[in-house]
Nanobody, 123 residues
């Protein structure tokens, strides 16, 4: 069993920055596909970014160039640095882990989820 705990959300003005953290316990994340998803009110959960073996990363077009995902295997923690935040980035952000050999953008494919952290960007 894997437990994921997110932190770092909050209220920020447009153009500001936040860094989200996802601390994992119960199993190493070094071999997992680690993803950050977000869900805004009334919308489906969407993939924001992933990092997997060999630190291969993926970013949704909407965040490319503004967000950076990273992983510290020694701390079993994944980060999402969010810069140049926009009001449309407002959502609950979830960390998720997928233990398998393939990458996936489908939330259903992820095995473990954190509780989520609220990010609110004011205009």
């Amino acid at each position: 069993q894997v437990q994921l705990v997110e932190s770092g959300g909050g209220l920020v003005q447009a153009g500001g920055s936040l860094r989200l953290s996802c601390a994992a316990s119960g199993r190493t994340i070094s071999s997992a596909v680690m993803g950050w998803f977000r869900q805004a009110p009334g919308k489906e959960r969407e993939l924001v970014s992933t990092i997997r073996l060999h630190s291969i990363t993926y970013y949704a077009d909407s965040v490319k160039g503004r967000f950076t995902i990273s992983r510290d295997n020694a701390k079993n923690t994944v980060y999402l640095q969010m810069n140049s935040l926009k009001p449309e980035d407002t959502a609950v952000y979830y960390c998720a882990a997928r233990y398998g050999s393939t990458w996936s953008r489908d939330p259903v494919s992820y095995d473990y989820w954190g509780q989520g952290t609220q990010v609110t960007v004011s205009s």
